[in-house]
């Protein structure tokens, strides 16, 4: 799934005809779920257990959708996403395990051992049953809220701590997927193994209801005509009541004929209550037969509980969608796409990119959490069948079917395809898994963005009108040099430069590289004055990208000294040295295709590389005013909010550069600005650089003499990792070592 992803337009990605296709999408379910749904069930249309199932496959919605946050827009395909689903529901289940089930010993702390635990884990030979003490972590399950939080907080922390240290490792791509895989397969045979108290194969059973008590509360309601006609006395029943309390640990309280039980221990509520016996005129009597016994709580199998489920769960769906638009359209959203377009790129421009990966590698687990807690009580049993990793991969096919990077996509392509499911194993079980793998790689090779992408171009008619020939904005394949070829050629420093040269800002001392025993650099002294433009020229193979490689921090050097504005960078890292002021372009541009221009510009803003300074929604007026003033420098003003995908090769130059103005460096680093570039952008970029001259440092990086012409700067030459030569142009075509580099005399 290597498909080119739509880029994002607009702050929220509405505006847009794209944008209105996912949001009709996106409504147009919701309002099914929201008000048909309902309406069909209330009017008798649809049972009970049809809303059940939906509830059921709204949590797979929420699911997929959190697999697209990290997928989708950061490019990262996580595999354990079921495991922090199965966190979540682990989570809830064992709140329900803790209140569910007629069952209930008290154990010798005094807390009620969980149903479940009792039928797997049976004391040991000699060993009373209330001898079995409740595992320390469950203990905290016995809140509702405590467990709506810890479901959550959970799986945030444990992927948080897997993206510390997998992101800063810099793990990506097939391994990322592989590792996780890793990740799901190790939790599942965890929570398979009775050993670990989560209940082991049988996993978490007897969900009987929702209560917030610490212990079960029975209501006993007296029917006084039964009383009547079996002639017994309330205070009868009362001491029958009493006694059992006693006998059971427990409490009583009420009076008349309502009352309310609060037993420590007991094995079946129900079941003892009615067979307890008051003595009468006409005999014993059970008090089955003259009382009603209903346990505190809401009962998992009531419908209203059921339909009121549903509609939590669609709630919570309709609250994480909008939030995740919300983000996306903000600069954190950008930061991700950028990661997912380009993650060196963003590091060279001050960025960390693993901060932002494990913050939505976080949340998105938390999404995932959210999901398993509602899918529990739904299905009102959870086991480790939910941790096995084809779970994981079956997400995956649900955001590539509906469309990755779309939010919406995700949330159809779970509906349809459990739906698909649940209709069509019912015909043939046996021909389901064939099915799910043909539509798997339907979507992959006809399809790639999915069942929202075909619905997107029904909409998307502005990308087939911007898609026109580039060279159009620029002034067609080539025109001729005009007369600023000889101004720019005589074009000299101002004094203000001149009086810098004497001041280093870049100093390389005795640096030295190898790779594999290769000498790929080897440079006694160079350095780069304030203000000072400087123009490196050589061979292929000289060293030249090598050098700007070890001055951003991206190679390490062998041997040497590197300062920048006097401070040694030698071991800095990329980050490091771009914050401190030095600006990289590379020889292929390398702009975010999935933003637009304006876009790509915010992310080069000073002082925006930190995550909480990119959780707000836009740019102040004094950014947008400075952006607005660059891009009219370079001509791109007018294409502010085009997708940068639509741009020329010379205006993808011209953007990076202007990346790199806004984010003030002392230090251009410019690698072959003028390749692939017309006559005219050529004079364009020349005149860009001069202009820049006297507002940074710059290094370019050129094999084209004609545009070295143009800069009239001193030229350095490199041949074989060392410095041969270095003056003005004319100086250096005359050295007999150039001679013999170029020529290969």
Not at 97 to 115: M, Q
Not at 213 to 223: M, P
Not at 585 to 596: E, I, N, R, S, Y
Request: glycine share 10%.
């Amino acid at each position: 799934m290597s498909e080119q992803l739509p880029p994002l337009n607009g702050r929220l990605g509405l505006g847009s005809p794209r944008g209105k296709a996912n949001t009709i999408a996106i409504a147009g379910l919701l309002a099914t779920g929201l008000l048909g749904i309902p309406g069909l069930y209330l009017a008798g249309v649809i049972g009970i257990e049809t809303v059940n199932m939906l509830g059921r496959y709204l949590c797979f919605a929420l699911l997929a959708l959190s697999l697209d946050l990290i997928w989708g827009y950061g490019g990262m395909l996580c595999l354990c996403q079921s495991f922090f689903f199965s966190l979540g529901g682990y989570a809830m289940g064992m709140f329900l395990a803790h209140h569910g089930g007629p069952e209930g010993i008290i154990d010798a702390t005094g807390w009620k051992l969980p149903a479940c635990l009792y039928v797997v884990y049976p004391y040991e030979v000699g060993q009373a049953p209330e001898e079995a003490l409740v595992p320390w972590f469950w203990k905290p399950f016995w809140s509702l809220p405590a467990t709506v939080l810890l479901g959550m907080l959970i799986p945030g922390l444990v992927a948080a701590v897997i993206g510390f240290f997998v992101f800063r490792s810099r793990v990506r791509g097939v391994f990322f997927a592989i590792l996780t895989q890793a990740v799901t397969l190790a939790a599942w045979l965890v929570f398979s193994m009775n050993q670990m108290m989560f209940c082991g194969t049988n996993g978490l059973t007897r969900f009987d209801r929702i209560t917030f008590h610490f212990t079960e509360v029975i209501q006993i309601d007296v029917d006084q005509e039964a009383l009547a006609k079996k002639q017994v006395e309330i205070g009868q029943v009362q001491k029958v009541l009493e006694s059992y309390q006693s006998e059971h640990e427990g409490s009583l309280s009420g009076s008349g004929h309502h009352f309310t039980s609060r037993p420590r221990k007991f094995q079946n509520v129900e079941a003892d209550f009615a067979s307890l016996e008051v003595t009468s005129a006409q005999g014993p009597v059970k008090l089955g037969d003259i009382a009603k016994f209903d346990v505190a709580g809401w009962r998992l199998s009531d419908s209203r509980v059921k339909f009121a489920l549903y509609i939590v769960t669609i709630l919570s769906l309709l609250v994480v969608f909008v939030g995740c638009r919300v983000m996306i359209g903000s600069r954190f959203g950008r930061v991700l796409i950028a990661i997912r377009d380009n993650e060196p790129r963003l590091r060279f421009a001050g960025y960390r990119p693993y901060v932002f990966k494990m913050a939505v590698f976080a949340l998105s687990a938390m999404i995932a959490g959210l999901a398993g807690m509602l899918y529990a009580p739904q299905m009102q049993i959870f086991t480790p069948t939910n941790l096995e990793p084809k779970e994981s991969i079956l997400v995956v096919v649900w955001v590539a079917f509906g469309g990755r990077g779309t939010l919406s996509g995700p949330v159809a392509g779970a509906l349809l395809v459990n739906l698909l499911y649940f209709y069509l194993t019912g015909w043939s079980p046996e021909a389901w898994p064939f099915l799910l793998g043909g539509m798997f790689v339907f979507v992959v090779l006809l399809m790639p963005e999915g069942v929202m992408g075909f619905w997107n171009k029904m909409f998307d008619s502005s990308v087939l009108d911007a898609a026109t020939d580039p060279d159009e904005e620029t002034g067609g394949d080539s025109t001729p040099m005009t007369d600023r070829l000889q101004a720019l050629s005589m074009r000299q420093r101002t004094d203000t430069v001149q009086s810098h040269l004497d001041s280093p800002l870049l100093s390389v001392n005795d640096v030295q590289v190898h790779f594999d025993g290769f000498q790929a650099l080897d440079i006694d002294h160079y350095s780069v004055p304030h203000y000072a433009l400087n123009v490196i020229i050589g061979p292929n193979g000289a060293g030249k990208t090598t050098l700007c490689d070890v001055i951003s921090g991206k190679t390490r050097v062998s041997q040497g000294r590197i300062e920048f504005a006097d401070r040694d960078i030698t071991w800095d890292s990329e980050v490091d040295i771009a914050r401190m002021g030095v600006g990289r372009k590379f020889q292929t541009p390398t702009v975010f295709d999935g933003l637009d221009v304006r876009q790509n510009m915010e992310l080069a803003l000073p002082g925006r590389q930190k995550l909480v300074r990119n959780l707000q929604m836009s740019s102040t007026r004094q950014e947008s005013e400075q952006i607005s003033e660059i891009l009219q420098r370079v001509r791109l003003l007018d294409d502010v909010d085009r997708p940068v995908k639509f741009l020329s090769h010379g205006q993808r130059q011209w953007l990076e550069i202007s990346m790199l103005i806004l984010s003030k460096p002392q230090l251009l680093l410019v690698d072959e600005p003028a390749a692939g570039l017309t006559d005219e952008e050529t004079v364009l970029t020349a005149e860009l650089l001069l202009e820049l001259q006297n507002e940074h440092s710059i290094i370019v990086i050129e094999h084209d003499m004609e545009f070295v012409r143009l800069l009239n700067s001193r030229v350095t030459v490199l041949n074989e990792g060392r410095i041969i030569a270095q003056g003005s142009l004319d100086q250096v075509k005359q050295n007999p070592e150039v001679i013999e580099a170029y020529l290969g005399r």
